[in-house]
T-cell receptor, first 114, second 113 residues
Framework: GNSVTQMEGPVTLSEEAFLTINCTYT??????LFWYVQYPGEGLQLLLK?????DKGSNKGFEATYRKETTSFHLEKGSVQVSDSAVYFC?????????????FGQGTRLTINP | NAGVMQNPRHLVRRRGQEARLRCSPM?????VYWYRQLPEEGLKFMVY????????ESGMPKERFSAEFPKEGPSILRIQQVVRGDSAAYFC???????????FGPGTRLTVL
């Protein structure tokens, strides 16, 4: 079946550090891939997405490239800020008959210290 | 344009009581999804509904849980005879069609005492 595996957290970095959160997936065919962010006490917000191989999603300084050959969608940011502290979820969507669900990784808690 | 609305935001129930969680999708959206997030875990799909129809309930526990999305009014996730293990955040998402982007509500945090 479809599954998503994320880098174990928590991750703690200093402000302006480089961020990578690893995400790999297992799926048949060509799923769409997403990163969601969850700030404390809030729901999930879509951060970025990619719908086909070699696509790069980007938003708010974050980037992720859909790598079919390595089945990966790693999240990166060149210089993190305190306000980036949140939980990040990698997810895939693979529409098939009767299956319209997002499949999420377990989440990675990120803390940025000033 | 209001986003997905869920209420209540926090719900406390004693073991054996019933919990009713409500979700109003975004305007123009007729597809609703419920997900559950257990502490320190990712979201797990529970059920997918369109107006008056359950399309996929493969993630719903076999007993005590039910969901509906009537022609008028919000979608309801009902948990009967709650147990401590039901304590979680329940998120609703909506989309305008199959395969379209899902927009999430703020969630209902259920605590079972």
């Amino acid at each position: 079946g479809n599954s998503v595996t994320q880098m174990e957290g928590p991750v703690t970095l200093s402000e302006e550090a480089f961020l990578t959160i690893n995400c790999t997936y297992t799926a048949t065919g060509y799923p769409s891939l997403f990163w969601y962010v969850q700030y404390p006490g809030e729901g999930l917000q879509l951060l970025l997405k990619a719908t086909k191989a070699d696509d790069k999603g980007s938003n708010k300084g974050f980037e992720a490239t859909y790598r079919k050959e390595t089945t990966s969608f790693h999240l990166e940011k060149g210089s993190v800020q305190v306000s980036d502290s949140a939980v990040y979820f990698c997810a895939l969507f693979h529409p098939s008959l009767g299956a319209q669900k997002l499949v999420f990784g377990q989440g990675t808690r990120l803390t940025i210290n000033p | 344009n209001a986003g997905v609305m869920q209420n209540p935001r926090h719900l406390v129930r004693r073991r054996g009581q019933e919990a009713r969680l409500r979700c109003s999708p975004m305007k123009g959206h007729s597809h609703v999804y419920w997900y559950r997030q257990l502490p320190e875990e990712g979201l797990k799909f529970m059920v997918y509904l369109q107006k008056e129809n359950i399309i996929d309930e493969s993630g719903m526990p076999k007993e005590r849980f039910s969901a509906e999305f009537p022609k008028e009014g919000p979608s309801i996730l009902r948990i009967q005879q709650v147990v401590r293990g039901d304590s979680a955040a329940y998120f609703c998402a909506s989309s305008s069609g199959q395969g379209d982007e899902q927009f999430f509500g703020p969630g209902t945090r259920l605590t079972v005492l």
